[in-house]
């Protein structure tokens, strides 16, 4: 394996299929390119097919339709991957646990729809859970504070894995902020549809973020993190967002969510 990878990864090369979720394709894809790296690192062969959404949008809005639909694209593309692997717990959530409940009354695609959930994973999950990394090789200076989405940690159960790989990044020290498990109001459809309540909701996060005195703020939800960062600049509060792989691929030369470049920070 070439210098500077994951350690205790697996050897054998397996194919996996990058969903790359519309966020990161449309507002950060350096997201992408620091999943691909430790992928990558870990061993693996990664594929980024031609895809579309999810479909979560138009399920939490109670359009079966148009979100099967697109789930039968989305299987489709990932035909012949070994893994389907998303840097987000949301989008993660919903290619493993919703899409065979979506085709649960059509049969000829029923057994399709679980084999595929079966091989879907979130980002950091797969590297600890599937492959066995422990740690990176990777560098950040200062601290750190980490929030839990709700879709990773409810639906998925990620909430030590990334801590467990923090931990090894030389320099980086995580201060957990109060209630780190709470949501940040984002909630898809939902900061939308009740804006006000969103608002109250985050308010609460940032204050509980700009509290832990970290200025640095992790998530593995490029929502949460959207959500976060603008509150968090509508207040003045000087907290940078960055998504948890860039941080664990060593890829932060990119300015944090919300920072226009010219504003990068060295």
């Known amino acids: ?9 697996i ?3 397996i194919r996996v299929g990058l969903f790359v979720t ?38 939490n809005s109670g359009d079966r339709g148009t979100t099967k639909e697109l789930a039968r694209q989305v ?18 959530g919903m290619l493993a646990k919703h899409y065979p409940e979506l085709f649960a009354d059509e ?11 079966a091989k879907c994973y979130e980002l950091v999950s797969f590297l600890v859970d599937v492959l066995g990394v422990s740690r990176v090789s990777a560098r950040f200076d200062g601290l750190v504070t980490y929030h839990d989405s709700c ?14 790989l923090l931990a090894s990044v030389e320099g980086l020290e995580l201060v957990e902020m109060k209630s780190p498990d709470v949501c940040c109001g984002f909630g898809g459809t939902f900061a939308v549809k009740y804006g006000e309540l969103s608002d109250a909701i985050v308010a609460q996060k940032t204050a509980n973020i700009a509290a ?8 593995g939800d490029l929502g949460c993190l959207m959500n976060m960062a603008g509150k968090l600049q509508r207040e003045g509060k000087k907290v940078a967002a ?25």
Request: hydrophobic fraction near 40%; proline fraction near 8%.
């Open 212 to 219: 832990s005195g970290a200025p640095t703020l992790l998530a």
């Open 151 to 164: 879709s990773g940690l409810r639906e998925l159960g990620v909430q030590r894995q990334p801590r467990k």
């Open 107 to 117: 049969p000829e695609w029923t057994a399709k729809a679980r084999a595929f959930s």
């Open 75 to 92: 299987i489709a593309a990932f035909d012949g991957c070994d893994y389907v692997v998303a840097p987000s717990g949301s989008c993660a």
């Open 22 to 59: 519309c966020l990161v394709d449309l507002f950060r894809p350096s997201v992408g390119f620091a999943a691909v790296k430790l992928l990558e690192d870990a061993g693996c062969r990664v594929v980024a097919p031609s895809q579309t959404c999810c479909g979560q949008p138009a399920y």
């Open 242 to 266: 960055r998504h948890v792989a860039e941080i664990l691929a060593g890829m932060t030369d990119e300015p944090a969510i919300g920072e226009p470049k010219t504003e990068a920070r060295k």
């Open 11 to 13: 050897r054998d090369p």
């Open 1 to 9: 394996m070439k210098e500077n990878v994951l350690t205790d990864a």
